[in-house]
């Protein structure tokens, strides 16, 4: 499938997007594969790129010849497009709802990106889990690093090496995920230097 197919308008000039305590700003609406974009024409500062898979729901009113797009966000925002145009309206709202409720994960936004610079470092080696134990055993001598989800075997969500309390062995650590949702155990997420936190 191409995302071509959903959009039926890429572009509308003379939107205006509403939104709460924000000043109406007008523009010029665009539509990809995976994001709303709102560029202002008056002074290019204002712009609002919206991922589709950030859309709740929409909700489309018709007034005369213009509709408007009243579109809620999962991240809770609420945003409404004025767009001159019934036909270029029904359209934006059809292909919103169309490319916001994609099922496929392989269609999703990280698997399309490509960044616009050179990547020059490997981010599977940037963080270390020994390197940043070495660092919490300068504060306190009470947790230890385990390797017990070797290959992901007790908790597939958890990293292969653990902060784990020193009191506890790694056989013990296998029995509690047994009892837990998602074969999850006790682990250290946020160490806090002041308070022992």
Not at 60 to 68: I, L
Not at 76 to 98: F, H, K, V
Not at 171 to 179: G, H, I, N, Q
Request: proline fraction near 5%.
């Amino acid at each position: 499938m191409e995302f071509a197919e959903l959009i039926k308008t890429p572009r509308v000039d003379r939107v205006v997007l509403h939104r709460p305590f924000h000043p109406a700003v007008g523009g010029t609406l665009c539509l990809t594969g995976h994001h709303l974009i709102l560029s202002s024409r008056q002074d290019n500062n204002e712009e609002l790129w919206l991922l589709h898979s950030n859309i709740d729901s929409i909700d489309k009113r018709f007034v005369g010849t213009s509709g408007t797009i009243n579109i809620k966000c999962k991240d809770l925002r609420i945003i409404q497009l004025e767009i001159t145009g019934m036909d270029e309206c029904l359209n934006i709202a059809s292909s919103i709802e169309a490319l916001s409720t994609l099922d496929s994960i392989t269609l999703m936004y990280p698997f399309f990106y490509r960044p616009m610079f050179e990547v020059t470092e490997d981010g599977w080696n940037s963080f270390l889990p020994e390197q940043e134990f070495e660092q919490l055993k300068s504060e306190t001598d009470e947790w230890r690093l385990s390797s017990v989800n070797r290959d992901y075997m007790v908790c597939p969500s958890y990293p292969q090496f653990v902060t784990v309390p020193k009191s506890i062995d790694d056989e013990s650590l296998r029995k509690v995920a047994l009892f837990r949702h998602g074969g999850r155990f006790p682990v250290l997420s946020y160490y806090h230097k002041k308070n022992g936190m």
